[in-house]
C-alpha cells in the first residue's frame, strides 16, 4: 500500500529546540561496563522488561562493543554488514568498530534507570575510540529502550541519541585515521529478512555522511523527535516502525492559481513506494 506525504514532519534541518541534550546520562545507564576491549560483548544479560521484537518476545540481549546490541547472541563482528539481509536481530546505533583499549577512550557501560516514570535500558557509548587503539577522535552515542507496556503489552520504544560524532571506521575495515573504507550502518533488523522487519537509517555504508561536518551529521539532525541527535523509533503490536519523515529543508515555492507545478521532496523513514498527493489550489 503506498504511503501518502506528509505523515511526520521531520524538522532536524532548522530545530527549534537547539539547547536540548540528547544524551540521556542517566546514573542507572552507568552501573555495569565492558572491560577494555576490541570487539568484545557483555554475558547474556536481563532486560527490565519484555520486548515484542517483530513477534519475538526477548527479556534478555548481549550489548555490543561495536555500538549495537543483539537478541540471539553476542556479535564480535567489526566491519558493518547492510541490515536487511542480516540473519541477526539487531538494534544498532552506531555499527562500527569501536575500540576502548586506549587509556583516552572510556568504556561502554550499560544499566537500567527510568524515563518519565517508565523502566529504561540504556547503553552509553562516551567518548569512544576506533581500532586499533586509536583515541586520536571520538564518538559519544547511546542506545536507549523505553518500556512502553503502558500502549500495549511487549511495546517499547527505541531511542538513538548522539552528541558527537568524529571518525566513522576502524583500521580494520578499510579505513584510514578513522575515515573512508566501510562505514557505519544505523539501524535494526529481526534477522528474517523479510519486508517491514529491517531499516537503516539513510546515509548508512556511505563515507562522510553521519560525521559532525557530513551531509547527514547524526548529532546535528533528529527523527520523530524535538531534541537535536535524538532518533526515536516506536514498536507497537510486534512491529517496530521507523516512521516517516520530510526532510527537505526548503519553503515551498508558492503556487499560481490554475498554473500546475511540481516540487521535489525528500523523505526520510518509512517504507517504499512512497506516494504524495497533489492539492489544487482553489480559485
Given at each position: ?5 506528509p505523515?511526520?514532519?521531520?524538522t ?7 539547547s ?62 547492510g ?14 568498530d569501536v575500540?576502548?583499549?586506549?587509556e ?9 534507570d527510568?524515563?518519565d ?71 535494526w ?15 548508512s555504508?556511505?563515507?562522510?555522511q ?26 507497537r ?47
Amino acid at each position: 500500500m503506498n504511503r501518502l506525504l506528509p505523515l511526520f514532519l521531520l524538522t532536524g534541518l532548522f530545530a527549534s529546540d537547539l539547547s536540548a541534550q540528547a544524551i540521556r546520562r542517566l546514573p542507572g545507564f552507568q552501573k555495569n561496563f565492558i572491560p577494555a576491549n576490541d570487539d568484545g560483548s557483555s554475558p547474556r544479560i536481563a532486560l527490565p522488561f519484555t520486548i515484542n521484537f517483530f513477534g519475538r518476545l526477548r527479556n534478555s540481549g548481549y550489548v555490543n562493543n561495536n555500538g549495537n546490541i543483539t537478541f540471539d547472541a553476542a556479535l564480535a563482528t567489526f566491519t558493518p554488514f547492510g541490515l536487511e539481509n542480516t540473519q541477526r536481530e539487531i538494534i544498532a546505533a552506531f555499527f562500527a568498530d569501536v575500540d576502548t583499549r586506549n587509556e583516552a577512550s572510556s568504556l561502554v557501560y550499560y544499566g537500567e534507570d527510568t524515563i518519565d516514570g517508565r523502566k529504561a535500558f540504556g547503553i552509553n557509548y562516551f567518548t569512544v575510540g576506533y581500532f586499533a587503539s586509536h583515541a586520536d577522535k571520538l564518538n559519544t552515542f547511546q542506545i536507549v529502550l523505553i518500556d512502553r507496556s503502558d500502549t500495549g503489552s511487549g511495546n517499547f520504544d527505541v531511542e538513538f541519541n548522539y552528541e558527537r560524532i568524529q571518525w566513522e571506521t576502524g583500521d580494520a575495515s578499510g579505513g584510514t585515521a578513522g575515515l573512508g573504507g566501510t562505514p557505519v550502518v544505523v539501524g535494526w533488523s529481526n534477522g528474517s529478512g523479510a519486508p517491514g522487519t529491517s531499516f537503516e537509517l539513510a546515509g548508512s555504508l556511505i563515507s562522510g555522511q553521519f560525521l559532525d561536518n557530513g551531509p547527514r551529521a547524526l548529532s546535528r539532525r533528529r527523527l520523530n523527535s524535538p531534541v537535536l541527535g535524538r532518533y526515536l523509533f516506536r514498536a507497537r503490536n510486534g512491529q517496530l516502525s521507523p516512521g516517516l519523515a520530510i526532510t527537505s529543508g526548503n519553503v515551498l515555492p508558492k503556487g499560481v492559481v490554475g498554473i500546475p507545478y511540481t516540487y521535489p521532496l525528500t523523505a526520510e523513514g518509512g517504507t517504499t513506494p512512497i506516494a504524495g498527493r497533489s492539492r489544487r489550489i482553489p480559485a
